[in-house]
């Protein structure tokens, strides 16, 4: 159990364009999902929080209209990436809480390789 | 300061212990996690410790928790080649929101 699947696992696309990355939690509900970024050889760093139904909180310096993030329902969000450039090439990783374990652990997806050319 | 701290590389022989050490800040987090990462790959959650408990052991691994000094440790015992990633440790931070926090990995490179 505790499956998160992120889709694609690596993404080319052209500058200018948008690109939609889609965090599944597969056998769980997840109330809370989060959006990290991961620059080469670096850390994980919290772009936003998504709770199922609301809107998403952003952290600091992340521009919420480039990051645009939806949560439909309790195992589906999504980042979209609009009108990409080469500096937003990256790894981007979501993570989903569980509701029934009491929000302890926070289960990661494969992450996304996005290159935009 | 903000951080949580890592040191970078850490290299063994197959069959050793390893330890990797890490340092947190903030007093008020409730759990404490370590992750693997592997080339490309997403994290794997390997375990956590409730910042209530000083030990955990859970088979090859584990965790020791100092919280008067805010430090964290991962043993993994009989360190096999395959252990071989970047292992993350991460506070969740009580205080804002409950937000993972991670340090900046660090390299287990195993040789046999």
């Known amino acids: 159990g505790a499956v998160v699947s992120q889709h694609p696992s690596r993404v080319i696309c052209k500058s200018g364009t948008s690109v939609k990355i889609e965090c599944r939690s597969l056998?769980?509900?997840?109330?809370?999902m989060f959006w990290y970024r991961q620059f080469p050889k670096q850390s994980l760093m919290l772009m936003a929080t998504?709770?199922?139904?609301?809107?998403?909180?952003?952290e600091q310096g992340v521009e919420k209209d480039k990051f645009l993030i939806n949560h439909a329902s309790l195992t589906l969000s999504t980042l979209t990436v609009t009108s990409a450039h080469p500096e937003d090439s990256s790894f981007y990783i979501c993570?989903?809480?569980?509701?029934?374990?009491?929000?302890?652990?926070?289960?990661f997806g494969q992450g996304t390789r996005l290159t935009v050319v | 300061g903000e951080d949580v701290e890592q040191s970078l590389f850490l290299s063994v022989r197959e069959g050793d212990s390893s330890v990797i050490n890490c340092t947190y800040t903030?007093?008020?987090?409730?759990?404490l996690y370590w992750y693997k990462q592997e080339p490309g790959a997403g994290l794997q959650l390997l375990t956590y410790?409730?910042?209530?408990?000083d030990m955990k052991q859970d088979q090859r691994l584990t965790v020791l928790l100092n919280k008067k000094d805010k430090h964290l440790s991962l043993r993994i015992a009989d360190t096999q080649t395959g252990d071989s990633a970047i292992y993350f440790c991460?506070?969740?931070?009580?205080?804002?929101?409950?937000?993972?926090?991670f340090g900046q990995g660090t390299e287990l490179s195993v040789k046999p």
């Open positions: 991460a506070e969740r931070r009580y205080n804002q929101g409950g937000k993972l926090i």
């Open positions: 998504s709770n199922e139904g609301s809107k998403a909180t952003y």
């Open positions: 410790i409730f910042s209530n408990m």
């Open positions: 903030d007093s008020s987090s409730t759990y």
């Open positions: 993570s989903a809480r569980m509701w029934d374990r009491g929000n302890t652990e926070a289960f």
């Open positions: 056998d769980f509900q997840a109330t809370t």
